[in-house]
C-alpha cells in the first residue's frame, strides 16, 4: 500500500465528517440559493487567500533533508497564485459584493481552519501542511465540477461565476497525482504522522466550515432585514 493510499484509508472517517454537511448535501441536489453561494466563495475566499503565504511558510521552514520539496512548493506557488482574485470575481458575476466580500471578517470555523495551518507549519512539521493539500484537492476533485453544474442549472447564473470551482475542480486533478508522487518519498515516520495529523485535522474544520454557510446566510439575512426595517 502507498503511503497515499494508506492516508486515505486512515482520514476515510474524517472525510465522511466533511462531506456528510448537510449543505454538500444540498448543493448536489440543487437546493441552493444565491446567497448561500456567495457565501461559499467568500468562505472560500478568507482560506484560499492564504494559500501563497502558507506555501511561502512551508518553503523556507523545510530543513535541508527535505531540500527536494522546494521545487513541488516553487511548483504549487505558480498554480495557486491569483485563485484569491478569482472567487472575488466569480462573487461579482454571481450578483454579490466583490469589496464587501474583500474586506468581511471570515466565519470563525474559516479562521480556525487557516490558524490550523499556519500553527502546523511554524510549531509541528512544515512537511504536514500536505496533509491539507490532501483535504483540498481531493475533495475539489470529487465534488467541484459536478457542484458547479448543479449549483449553476438551479440559479441560472452565468458560467463566468464558476470560475473557482471548475478551474480548480480540473487543475486539482493534476495535482492530486503531484502529491501522490510527494507522499511516496516521505518515508520518515514523523513525517508521514504529521501529514496524516494535518488531513484529519483540515478534514474536521472544513466540515465545520460548510456547516457554518447556512448560519451566516441567516444572520447576514436577519441582519438585512432589520436595516431594511429602520431605512
Known amino acids: 500500500m502507498t503511503f497515499h493510499e494508506q492516508l486515505a484509508r486512515e482520514t476515510a472517517a474524517d472525510r465522511d465528517f466533511l462531506l456528510s454537511a448537510p449543505v454538500i ?3 448536489l441536489s440543487g437546493d441552493v440559493t444565491r446567497e448561500l453561494y456567495v457565501s461559499f466563495l467568500t468562505q472560500a ?3 484560499v487567500r492564504h494559500t501563497v503565504p502558507l506555501l511561502m511558510a512551508v518553503g523556507a521552514r523545510l530543513p535541508d533533508h527535505h531540500a527536494w520539496l522546494r521545487d513541488a512548493v516553487l511548483h504549487y506557488l505558480e498554480e495557486e ?13 454571481a450578483g454579490g459584493d466583490r469589496e464587501a466580500a474583500a474586506a468581511s471578517q471570515p466565519a470563525i470555523a474559516t479562521e480556525a481552519m487557516v490558524a490550523y495551518a499556519y ?36 440559479l441560472g447564473l452565468p458560467t463566468r461565476a464558476f470560475t473557482y470551482l471548475r478551474s480548480h475542480g480540473e487543475l486539482d486533478k493534476e495535482h492530486v497525482n503531484d502529491l501522490a508522487g510527494i507522499l511516496a518519498r516521505l518515508t520518515d ?3 508521514r ?14 466540515g465545520n466550515v460548510f456547516r457554518s454557510l447556512e448560519t451566516t446566510v441567516a444572520i447576514e439575512s436577519d441582519a438585512t432585514e432589520s436595516q431594511r426595517k429602520i431605512a
Open 45 to 47: 475566499y478568507h482560506h
Open 189 to 191: 515516520p514523523g513525517d
Open 119 to 154: 500553527d502546523t507549519v511554524a510549531r509541528r512539521n512544515p512537511v504536514g501542511f500536505f496533509g491539507m493539500v490532501h483535504v483540498l484537492e481531493g475533495t475539489s476533485v470529487s465534488l467541484a465540477l459536478t457542484a458547479a453544474d448543479r449549483i449553476q442549472s438551479a
Open 81 to 93: 497564485t491569483g485563485h484569491d482574485a478569482w472567487i472575488l470575481n466569480d462573487i461579482a458575476a
Open 193 to 206: 504522522e504529521a501529514v496524516v495529523r494535518c488531513a484529519k485535522g483540515i478534514f474536521w474544520l472544513y
Open 25 to 27: 448535501q444540498r448543493c
